[in-house]
Nanobody
Framework: QVQLVDSGGGLVQPGGSLRLSCVGS????????MGWYRQAPGKQRELVAD???????RYVDSVKGRFTISRDNAKNTVYLQMNSLKPEDTAVYYC??????????????????WGQGTQVTVSS
């Protein structure tokens, strides 16, 4: 059974930084894309960034240049370094893992695993 435990959220002022972490267990993540979705109140869940075992990355346009995703394959861990945070980054951030090819579905599929979510609030 695949399990993801995400952490690292919190309250930060605009312009500040946070680092999210997600540790996976229960499967061989070498065949999985790992990454982060986020969901703000009243909005659809959206893909923030993801990364393959080979370290190919994708980012939503709104975070390019500010967020960096990384992955430690030996530890089954994915990180999201968030810099220059803005109020519009406020959301619950969910770690996800999905075997290739990914569905790009905000709801995921029967093969998608999710973390429990961690709240990120950017406010002065």
């Amino acid at each position: 059974q695949v399990q993801l435990v995400d952490s690292g959220g919190g309250l930060v002022q605009p312009g500040g930084s946070l680092r999210l972490s997600c540790v996976g267990s229960g499967t061989n993540f070498n065949f999985y894309v790992m990454g982060w979705y986020r969901q703000a109140p009243g909005k659809q869940r959206e893909l923030v960034a993801d990364i393959t075992k080979e370290l190919y990355t994708r980012y939503v346009d709104s975070v390019k240049g500010r967020f960096t995703i990384s992955r430690d394959n030996a530890k089954n861990t994915v990180y999201l370094q968030m810099n220059s945070l803005k109020p519009e980054d406020t959301a619950v951030y969910y770690c996800y893992a999905e075997p290739l090819p990914v569905s790009d579905s905000p709801e995921g599929t029967e093969f998608t695993s999710w973390g429990q979510g961690t709240q990120v609030t950017v406010s002065s």
